[in-house]
């Protein structure tokens, strides 16, 4: 009996292992499913952030044909939120990969709407940024570069004894030098750090900051951005289809793309595969200022238009009067 219970026991261990693989098996196919299931943003979220509008369909690029809806909306070119969808979550996983192998990262966005997400994002992630001017010569020729971000640092050093070793005139000028300095420079203050062949560019605007993707191409740096419907795709190594004039769109795309790169390095992801209530876009401020300026019309015409009512209400009496004097007078005179 014993030998017999000796014999089966291994098989009953068998038997339990094999159902407890067959149950993990189960259960990470279903969380594949599910992740497969839920997209990295939801077609509802991107036209909130209103990626799908272009330009004017005068302005389009031909090569973006095949991310354009056939038909334009009041003669603006409509891009197709499917295929932003489906382009955002391949950059998503493309930028996955390459920060869990080492990559580095610049985010570039220059014009006004890129600037403040660009920062943000790039300073959660610990990645070097260009939101100023691009200073010819970052990826290229880094010495001069390097010399310049030293000249800053030694202005800085001077700034914290308030030039104490100069005279007033010389520190006011100092005081400038390092202003000016620390605007196109503070985003790269990394750069020393970084190696060309594992760097990745990210560009909110192809055609705002042409120079810099030109750049990065003789660098042989990588890059991926957002096109819009005037976009070149073939500036880009990658690209998503998306509305590059709105904060909002920018926002969205910049901020999943970042999720990338800090989930990569054990982060969390702010917006990539989070529920699209709990995804909040920041304002337009152009579109805010338009909706002030039209307040501000309306109410200046509302006032005229009360002057114009007190106006004709002092009038209408006179010339009323004026008239009855003159009818009497004629009568008088007949």
Not at 108 to 123: R, Y
Not at 194 to 212: F, S, T, Y
Request: net charge positive.
């Amino acid at each position: 009996m014993t030998a017999k219970s000796e014999n089966l026991k291994p098989e009953k261990e068998i038997k339990t292992k094999s159902a407890e693989h067959n149950s993990a098996n189960e259960q990470n196919k279903e969380q594949t499913q599910q992740t497969e299931a839920t997209p990295i943003v939801s077609k509802q979220k991107l036209l909130e952030a209103g990626t799908y509008f272009g330009h004017k369909a005068s302005q389009w690029h031909p090569k973006m044909q095949s991310y354009i809806l056939k038909k334009p909306k009041n003669g603006t070119h409509i891009l197709d939120v499917v295929k932003t969808q489906k382009t955002l979550e391949i950059a998503y996983q493309l930028i996955h990969k390459l920060a869990s192998k080492g990559a580095s990262f610049i985010f570039v966005g220059t014009k006004k709407q890129a600037k403040k997400v660009v920062e943000a994002q790039a300073e959660r992630t610990n990645s070097i940024f260009v939101s100023e001017r691009w200073l010819g010569g970052t990826l290229t020729n880094k010495k001069t570069i390097l010399s310049r971000l030293k000249q800053m640092q030694e202005l800085e050093v001077h700034a914290e004894n308030n030039f104490s070793n100069y005279t007033k005139k010389e520190g006011v000028l100092m005081a400038k030098k390092l202003a000016k300095l620390q605007k196109n420079l503070n985003g790269i203050r990394g750069l020393k750090f970084i190696n060309n062949d594992k760097l990745i560019m990210l560009v909110a605007d192809p055609n705002k900051d042409i120079i810099a993707i030109k750049e990065a191409k003789k660098a042989k740096v990588k890059v991926i951005g957002i096109m819009d419907s005037n976009t070149d795709p073939s500036l880009l190594d990658f690209g998503i289809p998306a509305n590059d004039d709105s904060v909002k769109s920018i926002t969205l795309i910049f901020t999943i793309l970042a999720d990338a790169i800090a989930t990569a390095k054990g982060g969390k992801a702010l917006f990539a595969y989070q529920p699209t209530e709990s995804i909040v876009l920041p304002e337009d401020p152009d579109k805010e200022q338009k909706a002030i300026n039209k307040f501000k019309k309306f109410s200046a015409d509302a006032q005229n238009q009360i002057h114009q009512k007190n106006f004709t209400a002092r009038v209408k009496p006179e010339a009323h009067s004026k008239e009855k004097e003159e009818n009497k007078e004629q009568k008088q005179g007949e």
